[in-house]
């Protein structure tokens, strides 16, 4: 952490109301508004501590997407809810102007990533946060930016989960993360504004563009050291058949977890949350699977195989597989 963030102030969620769009979204109850300074900005981030709060909080940062707010991402994703369930902090960061600066443009732009390390230490003076249990999900624009604090921040996050949201493709070879850390990518095939195959985002370009689902998973599979070509997979049980959508989980293991949700007919959706747009618009919404849940479930899989084998390769400076001599 760099310290350059200072809470200024804390206050409870009757204070703020934000808007979403065309509608005002209020946090939640027991949710706070957090004002910080960094980069000389007054920033905001609203927290959300679990109602029994006690030592070695995990903590799952949510950011939401392009022309989005944090009260938006927390109505729409139901984290708060699930951090209550299952003891965790929630942390909504505000971007400036709704956007985050992911990479696709500049990757030597750190402003939003300095933001993001003073919210850490915020966190850090006010709760008793696990330092080994630090996770970033986000949508669109939020999850190609969890790729990005990946790169930027190495040892910082366990985990991370993109939601329709890839490796940010500024044209030039940039991205080679320093550090594994358990990586669930959620995608839909027929996403029109982030597409599965890589490309300009957008309904019209000229927002940069991204790697395709593929070739991330590959760059994700060769940090973490997933050498087996034969992924774990399971079918999502069909829970809305009307959705015309079907998601198929893989999971690679390796130094750390790959998993990838490949939402086949999906959309730009959360999964599990609402069809905010028409399908010709965003595409389909998929209701097979609530993303926040399952998100939480594999961090927390992953972070059990994790404690039951701590040993095992590392990865070398190069990328490669250290086995310390053994064959």
Known sequence: MTGKGKLSVVTLLTALTLSCGASAVRPQDGT????????GEERMVLVHPPATAGEDLPVLLIFH???????????????????????????????????????????????????????????ASRFQ??????????????????????????????????????????????????????VLIIQGTDDPLVPYSGGEIGFRGGRGSVLGTPEAVRIWRGVNGCLD?????????????????????YLYHGIRDVGLVNIEGGGHVWPGGEQYLPVRVIGRACGDFQAGPFIWRFFQEAHERKTESPGGPERSSTGSMDTGGRT
Not at 70 to 94: C, I, K, R, W
Not at 147 to 161: C, K, N, R, S, V
């Open 129 to 182: 946060v696990d330092g080994e249990r630090i996770y970033a999900t986000g949508m669109s624009n939020g999850g190609i930016f969890c790729h990005f604090l990946a790169q930027t921040l190495p040892g910082t996050f366990a985990g991370i989960a993109p939601v329709c949201g890839g490796i940010a493709d500024p044209g030039f070879d940039w991205f080679d993360p320093a550090e594994p850390l358990d």
């Open 32 to 39: 706070e508004v957090w004002s910080l300074v960094s980069g």
């Open 229 to 249: 070509d034969n992924p774990t997979t399971a079918n999502l049980p069909q829970a809305s058949p009307e959705d015309r959508c079907n998601a198929v989980y």
């Open 65 to 123: 997407g392009g022309y989005g707010t944090a009260a938006g991402a927390e109505s729409s994703y139901g984290m708060s809810f699930l951090a209550d369930d299952m003891g965790f902090v929630a942390v909504y960061p505000q971007g400036l102007d709704r956007h985050w600066n992911d990479g696709r443009i500049d990757p030597d732009d750190l402003s939003d990533v300095v933001f993001v390390e003073a919210v850490l230490d915020s966190l």
